[in-house]
C-alpha cells in the first residue's frame, strides 16, 4: 500500500486519471483508511472543479501547466502528518 508521501506525489495523476491500474488501486485503498489524504484529495477534486466549472478566467495551456506543475512540487514537498498510514 502506498503511503501519505506517495498518495501526494500521485494525487494529479490520480485526478488526471492517468495512472496504471496498480496504482489506482493502491490509492483507492490509501483514501479509504487515511482521513488525512482522503481530505486532501476532496478539497483538491472540489477547487478543480469550482475552478472548472465557474469558467470565470481562462488561463493558456502552458500558463497553467507551470502553476500546476508549482502547486505539485509544493505538495510534493510538505512532509505529510505523521499518521498510522504514513
Known sequence: ML?????MAEL?????EQISAETYQEL????SQ??????LY??????????T???????SED???RMIAKI???IRSKQPPKGPHS
Do not use: P, W
Not at 494529479?12 to 488526471?16: C, E, Q
Open 3 to 7: 503511503n501519505c508521501k506517495e498518495v
Open 34 to 39: 487515511c482521513q488525512t489524504c482522503r481530505v
Open 63 to 65: 500558463v497553467s501547466g
Open 12 to 16: 494529479a495523476n490520480y485526478l488526471d
Open 53 to 59: 466549472d465557474s469558467r470565470s478566467f481562462e488561463l
Open 42 to 51: 476532496d478539497s483538491t477534486r472540489k477547487t478543480l472543479r469550482i475552478v
Open 28 to 31: 483507492q485503498v490509501h483514501l
Open 72 to 74: 505539485m512540487d509544493r
